[in-house]
């Protein structure tokens, strides 16, 4: 009898060390070998939040007929928020957005100091591929339109000390050659977005319709803005 309960008790132990064994293999494999979700924004096409701040290289580009075309430089810095909206299973995504933007320049010749500034709102929407290169690091390039609502403009002349303020919008103050309201434009570029906190890129835009537009003699002047963005953003 003292034999029996002995064989018992071994081959109850040599059961439970048996399913244990099993549950072990099991859950080793599970954690070792089930994929995991990654930890980047939109990996699994989720939706996400770009916040970003921008420089812009801008060009005001003038067609003058019977004459050379004329191209002007100045800077801008944009502040701006854009909506990654997934479009479906492929990593493809709807992105509109809205950005504040401040153009400015500043000149001197022939003693007459120039300065202006100009306050505009953007509005862009573009389409964005999110090509995965490893667990921390995609390439998006993206592709779209955008509307431009100029808000407030102004020039400043100052000649040995007296200053004088034109608006950029008043045909009082600027003829014919008064900016216009709103551009319509296209942009394209190339956005690097690293982990699940930032992005940053660079891109090319250029308006489609006139900021100016006018004749003056046997000349016609029409002119636009185009240019090339730096962006860098957080991801939330």
Do not use: C
Not at 52 to 79: C, F, G, K, M, P
Not at 129 to 155: C, H, K, M, T
Not at 207 to 236: E, P
């Amino acid at each position: 009898m003292k034999k029996f309960r002995i064989f018992t008790l071994a081959a109850l132990a040599a059961i439970s060390m048996s399913a244990m064994a099993q549950v072990y293999d099991y859950e080793y494999y599970d954690h070792q070998y089930q994929p995991t979700r990654s930890t980047i924004y939109g990996s699994d096409n989720d939706a996400f939040g770009l916040f970003y701040v921008q420089y812009n290289a801008v060009t005001e580009h003038a067609t003058i007929t019977n004459h050379d075309s004329e191209n002007e430089s100045n800077s801008a810095v944009s502040l701006g928020y854009s909506y990654y909206i997934p479009l479906g299973d492929i990593p493809l995504f709807f992105s509109p957005g809205v950005a504040a933007q401040w153009f400015f320049d500043s000149e001197k010749e022939d003693g007459i100091e120039t300065k202006s500034n100009m306050i505009s709102a953007k509005i862009p929407i573009n389409l964005v591929y999110s090509l995965q290169v490893s667990d921390g690091f995609r390439i998006e390039p993206y592709a779209g339109i955008y509307g431009r609502i100029n808000i407030w403009g102004q020039i400043k002349e100052t000649y040995r000390g007296v200053s004088e303020t034109f608006n950029l919008f008043d045909k009082d103050d600027m003829g014919d050659a008064a900016f216009k309201r709103f551009q319509f434009g296209w942009n394209a570029g190339l956005n690097f977005r690293i982990t699940d906190a930032f992005t940053i890129g660079a891109g090319y835009f250029m308006d489609l319709t006139k900021i100016i537009s006018y004749s003056k003699g046997k000349h016609d002047v029409k002119g636009n803005f185009q240019g090339f963005d730096i962006t860098l953003g957080v991801n939330f």
